[in-house]
């Protein structure tokens, strides 16, 4: 995994309330990235990230292709490739007369229960969702008035997936936030009039989906052919900070325009971490999040086996490296078309859960330390507490060279009963290990050693 550091690309304020300072922001980068990131965000550190719609009923793509060419949620633009897997997989199992199109009567989410998926995203240790409320296709997970007969009201399932899930999980306690793509494939509006695109449908369809649910995050995508400018960025952000009801507590990412990403809007976005702009570095200095699925698709692909999925312990270990250089990890899952969420990826959120609640301590509000890593351990801290996390169980004596005891220094193995003996010998931190807690055995593989006290 690459270790990145990021560079100061503009301030990062927090507030201790998780709300942002009363202030008036013009439309204009210089005064929009002044606008702090609430502190809400940066303390939860694990979201869900949920990928759902039409095209989840072919939920296709090659499996054995790069990264990108995987996401199954891009079938209907992979059709287009007719060389390609997708319009091979699409011509053997529906023909060349099935449209995109026909595939929204299929996706009916019939077993969509949205208290069941809270639970799950409440069990996993998440503090915030995210879902997915428009990908590039165009079709609304909402009933969105500029989007009539191409959302989840009007065809398909007849229900407002999105105000019905986001009722659920705000009831659980957790941020609710929305993923929003900028542009649309195949829309005839966007295709030949890109200004009345944005002005009389791309804003109206976001101000419209901000002021019904109200979101904690509004998570774009889809930015990358055009300029900020000409998305009207900075009118419609200058909005949501000003005017909007969410304009204290709302987060927002990067992708605002092609030239935006980890140089304006709000926290800094990597995926897979790839895709990141040249020179961009992800670390401390700035706030950034890792969006990664627990398989190689956003969108539900049906043809993923386990060996593309990756493992719980894995993912602990996604999770820590990225918290320990300053991250939040944004977890994707891909729901069924019928609205269930596939048994292994419900499995490895669970798995992700019971280690948090055992070593949560280590992950929530918490920053990164002035060492990141050493080895295989990653450092968070809090306070005058370091916690070292080990990817591996250590054996009989933990060796650190980057944190040195005082007088004061406490040391102690999260689960463990009793505090650990120690001495600093030059440079080493020698910690004496106890055995292995039979309660880790059934967690996925990391260990938090916490130290009080260390410089």
């Given amino acids: 995994m690459k270790r990145l550091i990021l560079a100061v690309l503009f301030p990062l304020a927090l507030t201790m309330a998780g709300q942002v300072n009363a202030q008036s ?15 809400w965000f940066d303390e939860a550190k694990f979201g869900i990230f949920i990928h759902w719609g039409v095209y989840s009923v072919p939920a296709f793509a090659d499996p054995r292709s790069q990264i990108g060419e995987t996401y199954a949620e891009w079938y209907w633009n992979h059709m287009q490739d007719k060389s390609g897997p997708t319009w091979a997989f699409h011509l053997l199992h529906y023909g060349a007369g099935v449209k995109y199109q026909d595939f929204a ?75 929003y793509s900028l542009y649309e494939w195949y829309d005839p509006l966007y295709l030949s009039d890109l200004r009345r695109y ?44 000003n005017d909007s009801s969410v304009r204290d507590k709302v987060a927002v990412n990067d992708r605002w325009g092609k030239e935006t990403r980890s140089k304006h809007g709000g926290f800094c976005t990597s995926e897979y971490q790839t895709f990141v702009p040249e020179g961009a570095q992800l670390g401390p200095a700035h706030k950034w999040e890792e969006c990664q699925a627990i398989g190689k698709s956003f969108g539900y692909n049906r043809v ?32 069924t078309a019928d609205g269930r969420i596939p048994v292994i990826m419900q499995e490895r959120l669970l798995q992700m859960g019971a280690w948090l609640k055992l070593n949560g301590e280590a992950i929530y509000g918490t920053r990164a330390w002035r060492k990141t890593s050493e080895g295989d351990v990653r450092y968070t801290a809090r306070g005058n507490t370091v916690y070292a996390i080990t990817e591996t169980w250590p054996g009989q004596e933990l060796v650190l060279s980057a944190p040195r005891a005082t007088a004061g220094t406490k040391i102690e193995l999260l689960g463990g009963n009793a505090p650990l003996q120690w001495r600093q010998e030059g440079s080493k931190l020698r910690i004496q290990v106890p055995p292995l807690p039979e309660s880790a055995l059934a967690l996925p593989e990391a260990y938090v050693f916490k130290l009080t006290g260390v410089e």
């Avoid at 922001?25 to 990235?33: G, Q």
């Avoid at 009539?148 to 009831?171: E, F, Q, Y």
């Avoid at 993923?304 to 719980?312: F, L, N, V």
């Avoid at 312990?313 to 320990?324: E, K, M, R």
Wanted: charged share 20%; glycine share 8%; proline share 7%.
């Fill in 25 to 39: 922001y013009a439309p204009n980068w210089e005064s929009i990235d002044k606008r702090p990131t609430p502190a």
């Fill in 105 to 179: 009567g299929q996706f009916k989410a019939e077993l969509f229960d949205p208290d069941l998926w809270a639970d799950l995203f409440a069990k996993s240790g998440a503090r915030y969702v995210v879902l997915t409320s428009k990908h590039h296709e165009g079709f609304c997970l909402w009933p969105c008035p500029a989007s009539w007969n191409w959302n989840s009201v009007d065809v398909g399932p007849h229900r407002d997936l999105a105000g019905d899930l986001a009722k659920a999980v705000t009831a659980k306690g957790l941020n609710m936030g929305f993923y």
């Fill in 198 to 241: 944005v002005n009389e449908h791309m804003i109206p369809q976001m101000k419209d989906l901000v002021e019904r649910y109200r979101p904690s995050l509004l998570w774009t995508d889809g930015e990358w052919e055009h300029s900020s400018e000409q998305w009207q960025s900075t009118e419609f952000l200058a909005w949501l900070f």
């Fill in 304 to 335: 993923e086996g386990p060996d593309d999925y990756k493992s719980a312990t894995a993912l602990v270990h996604l999770l820590v490296d990225v918290i320990s250089r300053g991250g939040n990890l944004n977890l994707d899952i891909g729901p």
